[in-house]
């Protein structure tokens, strides 16, 4: 008996196998679209036109962004995880892709409800100071936020985006305190962080470097494992101070749960060879990111990653929307 039970699992995982491959051999048979949890323009935009040119040139099939802003990402995030596992509808994934489940209730979970399909890039972030602020080091910024408990403040993009928490990952490791002062993106809070308004902030090197570069800032370190081939001569927060620190923002192409691994692996191969064109790979360096790819796995062990990483900071900081 068991012998005829495991020859019929057998036959069973062959069939499926079977009808996975034969559903990759007609895909794509429609328009797909890349559902992107921001407004068109940003980096998340971008990241997710490169995506669909590729795809639309390969396949002569259309490749359609769109846009769904709106509570953080969570639209777009729960309209990929409801919609049909056929390969169809995709996700151009982010950083608070794994973060929004911690601040407010979302009908979506970040790891049941997706396949991963390719971690396309990452990016780190800057710590930028005002250059009238007393401090050239992470260090001397340590020191003097400790001198004046609460009475520096930095900036960010918005509430929960990587700017914010990278910031507040900062204050919990170096054990000091600063007022966080949100604003609707990070070109008024850069204006303002350059008028003085503000102290310091955490802000992508493609919208900072030319700020650092005309001394309208002061850069004190990158948030990313290693320095930036943009700066070179910036360390990172880790060798700076405080070792082990490492805050990044992602991209990545997600569908929604039970679609065919074949498809995924379909997808996967073709943003591969997206990721290796010199177009796609300047695009991205312009955003101040850099190309990652790899096997759908990659992605899927990165969000596992970011979930209780973040959840520290957000629980310690008490981060809502």
């Known amino acids: 008996m068991f012998i005829r039970i495991e020859v019929s699992a057998l036959t069973l995982l062959t069939c499926i196998s079977a009808a996975d491959a034969n559903a990759a051999d007609n895909y794509p048979s429609r328009p797909i679209r890349i559902i992107v949890p921001s407004p068109p323009g940003g980096g998340n935009d971008i990241m997710a036109r490169i995506a669909a040119q590729r795809l639309s040139e390969v396949w002569s099939s259309p490749v359609i962004v769109d846009n769904r802003s709106g509570a953080g990402g969570a639209i777009a995030f729960e309209t990929v995880a409801r919609a049909e596992p056929d390969g169809y509808t995709l996700l151009l994934g982010t950083t608070n892709l794994t973060v929004l489940p911690d601040i407010t209730k979302v009908a979506y979970d970040p790891i049941k409800d997706y396949v991963p399909v390719s971690l396309m890039a990452t990016a780190m972030n800057i710590m930028l100071v005002h250059p009238a602020v007393a401090a050239s080091t992470v260090k001397d910024f340590i020191a003097l936020a400790k001198a004046k408990p609460g009475q520096l403040n930095y900036a960010s993009s918005s509430v929960a985006t990587s700017s914010h928490l990278a910031a507040e990952m900062f204050c919990m490791q170096a054990g000091i305190k ?61 060798e700076s101070a405080l070792p082990g620190f490492e805050a990044s923002t992602w991209w990545g192409i997600l569908a929604p749960a039970k679609t065919p691994g074949a498809i995924a692996m379909k997808l996967n191969a073709e943003l591969a060879r997206a990721l290796s064109q010199p177009e796609a790979l300047n695009r991205i360096a312009a955003l101040g990111a850099d190309v990652v790819g790899g096997p759908p796995q990659k992605l899927a062990d990165h969000v596992r990653a970011e979930i209780p990483k973040w959840r520290t900071v957000v629980r310690a900081a008490d981060i809502k929307l």
């Open 178 to 238: 600063m007022l966080h002062v949100p604003y609707k993106g990070a070109g008024p809070a850069l204006t303002d962080l350059m008028g003085g308004q503000v102290q310091g902030m955490f802000a992508n090197p493609a919208a900072s470097i030319a700020h650092v570069r005309s001394g309208k800032l002061r850069a004190l370190a990158v948030t990313g494992d290693k320095r930036s081939t943009s700066m070179p001569e910036v360390p990172t927060l880790a």
